[in-house]
């Protein structure tokens, strides 16, 4: 076994073989597509701040409306995460020993580490208090993070076609978000990048009223839109969606029209019998990169954080540090900057977990694109670093502030 090891390592670090794996990464990849090559590089997915959906409930109540009647990918990677912690805590603890050993080693290390750092932060009594919450944060935030790096997640999904997007933000009587549309060949790879993309003056935004392709002129650009705009006060408009871009008229004209524009640009008589346009969805896609469960994360730890305040400090102990009429006007302005303070602290939480992971998932998806093979490997490792520091991080704030919230302003804790 150490033989085959041994040759398989030499094979790896051997430098042709790395630079044949180079270039046959630059050539399949992203880049080769110029050259009609691009056999390894997968669709390209739509970049998008907020989460797709993969699947539509239709029914009425606090559930439905809840979920806000649709399924996303990144809901799902959070169920994903509960299960896997759920599983990992079932297998460390089905056959506890006294002496632990393997998982139900690793797991004790992890908590009694976080456990005595929430004591010596925060004291024994707060300690003990602080420390579920904070050990949940830390495990899901990490484990969420960890998976949402796993090969597939972002890149993997089914091609959701612009005549499925507009029917789709029409059942939710919104069209959701600016959407830039790719062309796929009809088994499901990449073709173009450019349907709708592009220049500013052909990107689709939610206030545009058609689309136009790059290919059109300005000049073409300008008339089809003073065309349009005529159009508009007629039997164009669509009520229900409440926007021209996904309304009937825009799927049976401009839409058609800029379809056999690119027919004529890529050299085929019917465009529909050869490629199809649409957005990539996947079928996950990293939690934290959603803003949703950041959002989230960060209110529940801010709600906890003054629940505990309250309970130590008091109605007044705890809210007399943000509303104090006693000391004068200076520190009454204190306890209101204080106070914005608070809200700060939510966008904090917020955007800082969100805009870390959200950064690294477009990153690792645009190595994968132009360098298939190789260029996601560097990173990988680099990603998985980030999502262990920024558990530690939101945990670490988690216990800081909920210390400082339940010690009086002129205590020597403070």
């Known amino acids: ?145 960890w998976i949402g790096v796993l090969p597939g997640t972002g890149t993997i999904g089914r091609i959701e076609t612009a ?83 996904c309304s009937h008229h825009w799927l049976e004209h401009d839409f058609v029209h800029a379809k056999e524009i690119k027919a004529k640009e890529l050299g085929v008589a019917n465009f529909d019998d050869n490629f199809k346009v649409g957005i990539l969805v996947p079928f996950f896609r990293g939690t934290n990169s959603d803003m949703n469960t950041t959002l989230a994360l960060a209110l529940i730890a801010m709600v906890c954080i003054h629940w505990w305040g309250f309970k130590y400090l008091g109605l007044t102990g705890h809210a007399g540090k943000f509303i104090n009429f006693k000391n ?5 302005f204190v306890g209101i900057l204080e106070l914005v303070g608070e809200f700060a602290k939510i966008l904090s939480f917020t955007f800082r977990l969100f805009g870390n992971i959200f950064a690294g998932e477009v990153l690792l998806f645009a190595m994968a694109f132009l360098l298939p093979l190789i260029g996601i490997i560097p990173f990988i490792g680099l990603e998985l670093f980030v999502g262990l520091i920024q558990g530690l991080i939101f945990s670490m704030l988690t216990l800081v502030f909920a210390s400082i919230s339940t010690v009086e302003h002129n205590s020597d804790d403070h």
């Open 328 to 332: 004068g006007p200076i520190n009454f």
């Open 163 to 245: 005549e499925e997007y507009c029917h789709h933000q029409e059942e939710k009587n919104n069209l959701g978000h600016d959407v830039k549309f790719n062309i796929y060949k009809t088994n499901g790879v990449l073709a173009s990048t450019m349907f709708g993309y592009g220049k500013t003056d052909y990107s689709i935004k939610s206030s545009d009223k058609s689309l136009f392709s790059d290919s059109y002129s300005k000049s073409d650009s300008v008339q089809s839109k003073d065309s349009h705009s005529k159009s508009d006060s007629g039997h164009g408009h669509d009520s229900h969606s409440g926007s021209i871009v």
């Open 1 to 145: 076994m150490s033989k085959i090891y041994s040759t398989i390592s030499k094979i790896i670090l051997n430098p042709i073989f790395l630079g044949v794996l180079f270039v046959v990464s630059i050539l399949g990849g992203g880049l080769g597509t110029a050259l009609d090559l691009g056999f390894l590089s997968a669709p390209f997915a739509y970049i998008s701040i907020p989460a797709e959906t993969l699947y539509y409930f239709k029914g009425k109540g606090f559930l439905y409306e809840f979920l806000n009647k649709a399924l996303t990918n990144t809901l799902l990677m959070s169920l994903l995460s509960i299960l896997i912690l759920t599983l990992i805590s079932r297998r460390a603890t089905k056959n506890m020993k006294v002496v632990p050993s393997g998982l139900q080693n690793l797991i004790e290390f992890a908590l009694e580490a976080m456990y005595n750092t929430c004591k010596k932060i925060a004291g024994d009594d707060k300690g003990k208090v602080f420390f579920p919450l904070v050990m949940t944060i830390f495990l899901f935030v990490v484990i969420s993070n």
